[in-house]
């Protein structure tokens, strides 16, 4: 597949930046259920950690959308 810019309200932007969004809310749904789960308590360093699932996220969307 090939990346095209995207058409939001006239303006054209990045497809990357659309998929950065998408990892960012999906991101803060699995914070959220870490944290009620009592799953951020067991790591190191939370923000970090909440950071490298930020990076997973947005990985696993980018080579889906390329397939």
Same mark, same amino acid.
Do not use: D
């Given at each position: ?5 995207v058409?939001?309200?006239?303006? +054209? ?40 699932? +930020?990076?997973?996220?947005?990985s ?8």
């Amino acid at each position: 597949m090939k990346f095209v810019e995207v058409n939001l309200l006239g303006v +054209y932007v990045a497809p990357i930046s659309v998929m950065m969004l998408a990892a960012w809310c999906v991101t803060m749904v699995l914070r959220r259920a870490g944290g009620r789960f009592g799953l951020l308590a067991y790591v190191w360093h939370p923000a970090l950690f909440v950071f490298t699932v +930020y990076i997973i996220v947005l990985s696993t969307i980018v080579l889906a959308v390329s397939r």
